[in-house]
């Protein structure tokens, strides 16, 4: 079952890996390959007839044993790993998803300003077009003889010019930010989409490698009952006393790596 994300930025699986590789070699244990194969019935009821055989099979059976314990290790290193990658896909995807919500609703702001401008630009053309590319107000300039009433009209024209020059301005500035939001929250959008295939991937990676750890902890659970029946078989003791001797070493071993 893939675990909730918390916000922290995993390590990297592959220092995880080799760091875990260190402390498995420092302890001496041995590697996958190395590891004799699971000693049958007859070799141990054999191997109770000889005291050199008994020995050199115990150790065996303990290197089997502290070989599964390695696997595991590993196993649930790869597991934990592959979570702490899901994890931070998981929040590479709620800031991108943000941040083209965010976006999109700038952009969507500036369409209405932009709306809005362009119909101002619109009358203010309109205008133009109705006096023959001469505006009302220079027409009303030269309609009176009032020394006055010129320098008056003179100055509410220079007001109302101000006011269309402003009104061009707007309509283009609107049009530049519409234009640059809409391409932002195009590749914001991309972005988002793209964080959510990583972690789709990264959560199948992490439910793959749970369950390969599972079905490893089951298989050499499976291993470990019968190797520690024939711990006691050899040693003369019973399955809970070598189950806690060599519960033992392994916990020896978690202090020695911590």
Not at 153 to 170: E, I
Not at 177 to 194: F, G, H, P, R
Not at 210 to 225: N, S
Request: hydrophobic share 40%.
């Amino acid at each position: 079952m893939v675990q909730s994300p918390p916000k922290r930025r995993a390590r990297s699986a592959s220092a995880t890996c080799l760091a875990a590789a260190v402390l498995f070699s420092g302890l001496g244990l041995a590697p996958s390959s190395a590891a004799p194969a699971i000693p049958s019935a007859a070799e141990v009821s054999e191997a109770k007839d000889d005291t050199a055989t008994t020995t050199a099979l115990v150790s065996d059976i303990e290197s089997i044993l502290a070989e599964a314990f390695t696997d595991l290790q590993v196993a649930q290193l790869d597991a934990m790993e592959t979570q702490g990658a899901y994890n931070e896909a998981l929040v590479v995807l709620d800031e991108r998803r943000s941040t083209a919500e965010r976006t999109k609703e700038l952009a969507a702001q500036a369409s209405k300003e932009h709306a809005a401008a362009a119909a101002q630009l619109g009358e203010l053309a309109g205008d133009i077009y109705r006096t023959g590319g001469v505006t009302p107000d220079l027409a009303m300039l030269f309609t009176t003889e009032s020394p006055d009433e010129l320098l008056y009209r003179a100055s509410a024209m220079d007001g109302l010019t101000t006011t269309r020059t402003r009104t061009l301005t707007n309509a283009q500035t609107a049009a530049q930010t519409l234009e640059s939001l809409q391409a932002d929250a195009q590749d914001a959008e991309k972005a988002a989409i793209e964080a959510a295939e990583t972690a789709k991937k990264a959560g199948e990676a992490t439910q793959t490698a749970t369950d390969a750890a599972a079905a490893l902890v089951a298989e050499k659970q499976t291993e470990r009952t019968e190797l520690v029946g024939q711990l006691a078989t050899l040693r003369d003791t019973t399955a809970a006393l070598e189950e806690q001797r060599i519960s033992g070493l392994e916990q020896a071993r978690r202090e020695a790596e911590l």
